[in-house]
């Protein structure tokens, strides 16, 4: 366990720390995103991104139909983009999973 000061008060962290949540990031936490996650296509469609202001909100809530109109017109990376997306939706979803668990656990 790590612990922090703050305003005089120790609070006990623990080593990992949960990542911030989807829909709190901003348009420059998605470039990071893109980057590291579709990197194939983060040359030819990160200004489509920054032009239409993808946010986390945004991010969670594209589809294909979405991906089409901000302009990434080729099929397969409208796919390949669109499947990492899926999977940070898992992501989150199986992240509140665990708190959701984690607070019945203390509740019993």
Known sequence: ????????????KSKTT???????????????WLRR???????LYYENFLHHDITGKTL??????SLRRIGIDNEQHRMDIW??????HLKTD??????????NTKLD
């Open 18 to 32: 949960r990542p911030r949540p989807i829909y709190l990031w901003n348009v420059l936490d998605v470039q990071k």
């Open 1 to 12: 366990m790590v612990e922090e000061v703050v305003n005089s008060t120790v609070r006990t």
């Open 83 to 88: 499947r990492e997306i899926m999977k940070l």
């Open 60 to 65: 969670l809530r594209i589809n294909e139909n």
């Open 37 to 43: 996650h579709c990197s194939d296509y983060y040359q």
């Open 94 to 103: 199986m992240l509140e999973i665990k708190d959701i668990e984690r607070r």
